[in-house]
Nanobody, 123 residues
Framework: QVQLVESGGGLVRPGGSLRLSCEVS????????MGWFRQAPGKEREFVAA????????FYSDAVQGRFRISKDMTKGTVSLEMTSLKIEDTAIYYC????????????????WGQGTQVTVSS
């Protein structure tokens, strides 16, 4: 069974940077797509970024395009999210997810989820 463990969240000031990491185990490459989603208090879970293990495609939401970068390390079985120019509205719990996905932006297509890591952007 695939297990996902996120790390790297924390408190950062507006304009700052953070790097999130997702360690995948128990069938690391059984899901073709790995994604990051986030959920702020009182809001629905929203897509942030995604990539494919065996392809070079990456996908980003309009809200983070140009500021965030998703990457993979297949030797370590990890997926990372480099976040720069952080804004207050980026504050949320960030979740790593995996799935056999045709539509990377739709959370319903993912069947493996981590517990989440809190990112707080505040002055």
């Amino acid at each position: 069974q695939v297990q996902l463990v996120e790390s790297g969240g924390g408190l950062v000031r507006p304009g700052g940077s953070l790097r999130l990491s997702c360690e995948v185990s128990g069938g690391t490459f059984s899901r073709n797509t790995m994604g990051w989603f986030r959920q702020a208090p009182g809001k629905e879970r929203e897509f942030v970024a995604a990539l494919r293990w065996y392809e070079d495609d990456t996908f980003y939401s309009d809200a983070v395009q140009g500021r965030f970068r998703i990457s993979k390390d297949m030797t370590k079985g990890t997926v990372s999210l480099e976040m720069t120019s952080l804004k207050i509205e980026d504050t949320a719990i960030y979740y790593c997810a995996g799935g056999l996905v045709l539509a990377p932006r739709d959370p319903r297509h993912y069947d493996a989820w981590g517990q989440g890591t809190q990112v707080t952007v505040s002055s």
